[in-house]
């Protein structure tokens, strides 16, 4: 699971008004190792037509594709994983429509909920939010590095963390136990997001 040590995850609302296909294929091919698609306001048909976009753009570059909760639209793309979220299929369900097409990463906001779904099935999670970030507000007060540490020390699948990432805080986070980080604005409104991921790839290498 060494691709998911760097994840963009898609907004088009923190492009810039910067196409997001060429703004993926930059950081694409500057490494990055995963995108997941969340793009929730898009019904099915236009989220499936983009990410058949990112299926050829990721496949020529070997990184991973996750598509955020829509299992249906993650098979019919192709797609490496599906993220779980609170409102998705539960995980068992999930593996019964996928069997072994996609890998299942979970969003958990606690670490009874990580356990949970490492018992349930899930290859990874993704936990958060680990500092404070508008994006993240919904879902509660930031849980803090030692929170982060409960969760990475309590699982033996890869811990992802989100939420306020930035290049300054790779190296705590990793020693906090994060297999890797998604990030977001950190990346999406960045004046070149290609070299932002580099130097998110650098820190992750050096941390």
């Given amino acids: 699971m060494d691709q998911l040590r760097l994840c963009l995850v898609t907004d088009r609302a923190q492009t810039g008004g910067r196409d997001l296909i ?14 997941q698609l969340r793009e929730k306001d898009l019904g099915a048909e236009a989220l499936a037509g983009l990410g ?20 249906d639209v993650a098979l019919a ?5 599906v993220q779980r979220t609170s409102t998705s299929l539960p995980i068992g369900d999930i593996r019964a429509i996928a069997d072994k097409r996609l890998g299942i990463g979970a969003s958990v906001h606690s670490r009874e909920e990580a356990v949970a779904a490492a018992e349930a099935g899930a290859d990874w999670v993704v936990f958060g939010p ?24 309590a699982l033996d699948i890869p811990v992802i963390a989100i939420g306020g990432i930035t290049l300054e805080r790779v190296r705590e986070v990793r020693r906090s136990g994060a297999t890797g980080v998604a990030a977001i604005s950190a990346i999406l409104t960045a ?17």
Avoid at 130 to 153: C, H, N
């Fill in 22 to 35: 060429a703004v993926v294929r930059d950081c694409l091919a500057a490494g990055l190792p995963a995108v």
């Fill in 52 to 71: 058949r976009t990112l299926r050829a753009l990721t496949s020529a570059r070997g990184a991973l594709l996750i598509v955020n909760d829509r299992v």
């Fill in 77 to 81: 793309v192709g797609a490496d994983g």
């Fill in 130 to 153: 680990i500092y404070d970030t508008p994006s993240k507000r919904r879902y509660g007060a930031p849980q803090g590095l030692s929170a982060l540490e409960r969760v990475a020390g």
């Fill in 191 to 207: 004046p070149s997001p290609a070299t932002a991921t580099r130097r998110f790839l650098d820190a992750l290498a050096a941390a």
